[in-house]
């Protein structure tokens, strides 16, 4: 015996076959362990020291922290243009 479908079921079956991703929207980002692991520690020193915080302090720091990370990371890493061999 077939179970009987709800009334709704062929409706949302029929949309479903139809919807494509560029009606749904993703939030996605890429999260950086080493920044966020240092945005900690300097939080919860900050509050331990019961030094106020904002959104706006916060997201400085965060941005402080991404650029050094950046900027380190740019320094050490590999970098085609300027590799030269030693013959």
């Known amino acids: 015996m077939k179970p009987q479908k709800g009334k709704n079921e ?3 079956r029929k ?3 139809t919807g494509s991703s560029t009606n ?12 966020e692991q240092a945005l900690m520690i300097w939080l919860e020193d900050t509050t331990q020291k019961r030094i106020p915080v904002d ?3 916060i997201t400085q ?8 990370c950046s900027n380190s990371r740019a320094r050490s890493g590999f970098n085609s243009s300027y590799l030269t061999f030693d013959i």
Do not use: P, Q, W
Not at 24 to 35: E, P
């Open 10 to 12: 062929d409706s949302i």
């Open 61 to 68: 720091k965060a941005l402080n922290a991404y650029e050094k």
């Open 15 to 17: 949309r479903v076959a």
């Open 24 to 35: 749904m929207s993703t939030a996605s980002y890429v999260r950086d362990v080493a920044i």
């Open 55 to 57: 959104i706006k302090r």
